[in-house]
């Protein structure tokens, strides 16, 4: 059997919402994933809420500086000001460029998908093998491979 990994973030709710609108292109980490990218990511939403309430594409870890987190974010991203502050001090930090998220049409229990008995303060490697995943996320979705359209953005195959 082939392992699969994925990326699980914990990712506030107000930040997730951002997302799932398409507002919030990057999701900026103080430590760069070493693996997993590119691939599937599941959101699992802080509390209040507490659970997996969707997944995205992570096309690409971007390497970047504090002062610069703001302009790959753009212009239109409602919380770019915050990054610098946010990532000071970081000795890897990166930028998440989150492509194609889908919010679930129910929130699901992070015990129901992982083996995981508590969030991650900041991200997990996940292994794709609960029943419940895999019927959720079939694993050739997660073999995801990123192209260039032609217009620069990352298209995706075998999205569920």
């Given at each position: 059997?082939?392992?699969v990994?994925?990326?699980?973030?914990?990712?506030?709710?107000r930040?997730?919402?951002?997302?799932?609108?398409?507002?919030?292109?990057?999701e900026?980490?103080?430590?760069?994933?070493?693996?997993?990218?590119?691939?599937?990511?599941?959101?699992?939403?802080?509390?209040?809420?507490?659970?997996?309430?969707?997944?995205?594409?992570?096309?690409?870890?971007?390497?970047?500086?504090?002062?610069?987190?703001?302009?790959?974010?753009?212009?239109?991203?409602?919380?770019?000001?915050?990054?610098?502050?946010?990532?000071?001090?970081?000795?890897?930090?990166c930028?998440?460029?989150?492509?194609?998220?889908?919010?679930?049409?129910?929130?699901?229990?992070?015990?129901?998908?992982t083996?995981?008995?508590?969030?991650?303060?900041?991200?997990?490697?996940?292994?794709?093998?609960?029943?419940?995943?895999?019927?959720?996320?079939?694993?050739?979705?997660?073999?995801?491979?990123?192209?260039?359209?032609?217009?620069?953005?990352?298209?995706?195959?075998?999205?569920?």
């Amino acid at each position: 059997m082939i392992d699969v990994w994925m990326l699980l973030l914990s990712i506030r709710s107000r930040f997730a919402d951002a997302i799932y609108s398409g507002a919030k292109r990057f999701e900026f980490r103080r430590l760069t994933p070493k693996r997993a990218i590119p691939g599937l990511a599941l959101i699992y939403e802080t509390l209040p809420v507490g659970m997996v309430t969707g997944v995205a594409h992570v096309a690409s870890a971007l390497s970047v500086t504090p002062q610069g987190a703001a302009r790959v974010a753009g212009c239109d991203d409602p919380f770019a000001n915050a990054y610098e502050a946010y990532l000071q001090g970081a000795m890897s930090p990166c930028a998440l460029a989150m492509v194609r998220p889908r919010r679930f049409t129910a929130p699901i229990g992070l015990t129901q998908l992982t083996n995981l008995r508590r969030p991650p303060q900041s991200f997990a490697y996940v292994e794709v093998a609960s029943a419940r995943l895999t019927a959720l996320l079939p694993p050739e979705s997660c073999h995801s491979t990123a192209s260039a359209s032609a217009d620069g953005t990352a298209a995706f195959s075998g999205f569920p």
